[in-house]
């Protein structure tokens, strides 16, 4: 459900990153707001494009990008004369894609987390080294004669030397040249940036298009799993797979299963939960499963304070909602939640058993249902 | 003894004075609305009047390049061919228009080109440092003229507009400060739009000598050179004076 | 496709393509070269996507065709090669794979479709004319020493090229000029306008771009086509392509800060007046490298002073008429400045000690430098 494990996700290997995916889907209102901009004349230099994870931000920014670079030098562009464009759409044939999805692009730069190959994940901050090419390279004419690109991928994650680096290009951007930048969490970004910013901001997926999305992309994920993955999901196309590549729903299942008992566990399948949990270290079961129960019971406390339960993932959550809330007061209920996420973080930076851990959060459920 | 230091070239730098780089804010946005107004004015002038560094040339450069109009100046207007003025684009920016005041040729001369402008269905902005009430011209109708046509003042600039003039002035030099280096530049420098192209110019000429970035660092050496340099010359009217005599210089090299 | 080539054509051509491909590059399509055979020639390209260099070389094409393989293992493999091999290059159908036979190695690389490869050299430059090698070469020999490497001033971290007129002495001539400047010293080098370089605009030239066309420049035959837009430019050797991108600002107005009133004049011999000002410096401070200039009626006294090291001085005899007068420079400008000058003499024209002065070749008015004084 990290985007790391997405970033990780065999879909990757399968050519469906967002340099090289020619669709999008669901996300029509942002990329007539992006077309409207374009047509007006008056394009914003500066785009920040926020929202969840794994629900197109960047499927979006190159999709632009390609259809900004397609325009040639001539100003007509391939869209038929001064006739206003109607789609960012570019087909994956044409010249412009090929270039922008082998990352041969001489007129787009794209700047984002390296990987820590020592630690084979990416890493925490992108590069101030990388941030700083973006000067020089709007500071060159344009190879194919038209605009330059530069995309800022997890924008939210400069440091302070490369926000100033960014800055200074924000403040005063060249001529034709544009920068999308992309973020998971545009609010923890600096004021300054954002304010030089037009803000664009995708929203969730429905069901339904994760549903489609999943049926498109992921054949292999069982038919009958795709609803209820999109709901876990919350209309995130990226974290459905995520969760579906990490067994996800089946870890989701068992949870509830066993939360089911509330408010007595049976304690043999609570300690084989612990185990299925534990039983390797380096497969992400352990890290899927505690993120899916404290992500768990913040719905449950939402719901409790909303007054309606959500629609069900599987069968019997609105039962088991029911029977705690009863038990217990939603102050209560935030206390555990906050209590168990306690003890999942510590767990990691003490590295403590892991099993108990579980156990812990589980005994810890038990006696505020009781 | 200091050590040896290297003067650098003077390369100057382009003066953008287009529309689009004209900042509004709050202290220039009633003088802003009046010349959008054109030329629905009420009356054949306009009065636009601030301190030093306001940014009235710029404005009368903006609108000047939607009126066409012609520029003369109030100390020479007596020397200028009147109708001649009017004839190209029938408007006409006057500089330093307060200056007519206590000469009676120069008053005259105004007042000719208020009534030819009339007549003629033309505009004066006149830009001007003291408001029209205290301009003591002796002529009446000249007075009541002036008096009767709108007049609208600018203010020494706020927080928001100097930043902006300071990117611009930055931006002339094709030099691209981080934030950090305007934002100390605000809170320390003489709040002024001369003040702003003293500090770019002087910044620009220090980072060029030492091929050093522009950086908080370098503007605080820069800030701290100015303030000793103005303590130096600032007997009375000396400061007046050589920024004159700079003027002229410049003049003579163009 | 499917061809065969001498391997040290084939070795000098990657050589020289392969220089510009950056080692560590994560993007795989940047550390390919492009191959393309047709009509009995190959040609490689490669790019870092500011600049692209195309090389075509005789080969004995079977089949035509193209793909890109990675430069660096191509490189090194070719190297490797014993001398006077024949080298077959061989594209499988899908394009996916190259295979290089010589003798009895033969190696297989896994190869990128052409259409990935960046796209530097498409889109008609409106304008050509063509120079010199020598020329070119003292276009550029004598302005690259003055590019600016500091990169806040971007603009100036290349040479202008562009097409001006040459007023002096009631001449008034059309030329080509390069001019370059660090903000210290500026140098201005024209040479006769080329036929069809009117109505060239005025362009910056990246000093890596610079430095690339420079090593190629002494390889190249007579003739050098230059070709250009607002965007890009174009040099084309005999067999070598060079096209880069421009460096995308406003070159300041240069003509301001050349003096037309400097009244004082002092001519030297470049060489001996070199070699002193070098002798000298040797004891001005790591940090300025002052040295100053004392002139008086035919004399020049070099010195220079340090707290640390001491004090030198030396004299020269020159040919100067007028009052005596004071001034500091950067020795190292001065060097710069004099090596440049390949005539006998060397002609200083000052004003004062704080206003920059025109240094030019005595016998050549197609150079001209600005340089700016030191306070000492």
Redesign the interface.
Known sequence: MSKARAAADPAADEGLTPRRNPDLTGQDEAERLLLEAWNSGRLPHAWLIGGAPGIGKATLAYRFARFVLAQD?DGDGLFGGSAPATSLHLSANH?AF??V??????DLLTVER?RDDKRNRLKRDIAVDDVRKI??F????????GWRVAVIDGADRMNVSGL??I???L??P?NKALLLLVSDNPGGMLP?IRSRCRKLALKALSEDTVVKLLMEHRPDIPADDRPALARLSEGSVGHAIGLADAGGLELYRAMIGLLSGLPRLDIAAAHAFGDTLTRKTDDGVYETATELLVWWLARFARALARGAWPAEVVPGEAALMTRMANARSLERWVEVWEKVQRLFARAESANLDRKQVVLNALAALEAAAS | MNAPAQIPLDLGHRTAMGCEDFLVASSNADAVAWLDRWPAWPAPALTVYGPAGCGKTHLGHVWRTRSRAVIANGETLDQADLPGLLASANAVVVEDADRVAGKPAREEALFHLYNLAREQNGHLLLLSRKAPSRWRARLADLRSRIKGAPAVEVDAPDDALLAAVL?KL??DRQL?????VITYLLTRMERSLDAARRVVAALDHASLAAHRRVTVPLAREVLAALEQHTGESDHGSGNRRSSRARLRGQQGVG | MNITIERAALLRSLGHVQSVVERRN?????SNVLLRAKDGELSLAA?D??LEIVESVPASVTRPGGTTAPAHTLYDIVRKLPDGSQVELDISGDGALLTLRSGRSQFRLSC??V??????S??ELKHSFAVSAADLRGLVDRTRFAISTE?TR??LNGIYLHAARAKSGGTDLPVLRAVATDGHRLARVEMPLPEGADGIPGVIV?RKTVNEIRKLIDEAADRIQISM????IRFGFDSVVVTS?????TFPDYERVIPVGNDKVMEVDAKLFAAAVDRVATISTEKSRAVKLSLTRGTLTLSATSPEAGSATEELEVSYQDGPMEIGFNSRYLLDITQQIEGEGARFTLADAASPTIIRDVVDSTALYVLMPMRV
Not at chain 1, 101 to 106: E, I, L, N, T, V
Not at chain 1, 138 to 145: C, K, M, V, Y
Not at chain 3, 229 to 232: D, P, T
């Open positions: 030098a010249p090929r270039r999805a082998s990352g041969g692009h001489a390296q000067g020089p709007l500071h060159r004419t344009s190879a194919e004669g100033n680096a800055l200074k290009i403040e005063e060249p300054t | 990117v930055f931006a691209r400060p981080g934030l950090e | 994560t993007i795989p399509i940047l790019t996507m500011d990128l479709p259409d990935d490869f960046p796209q530097l498409g889109g990169e971007y603009y990246p837009s607002e965007n890009k991108k421009l460096i995308d600002g």
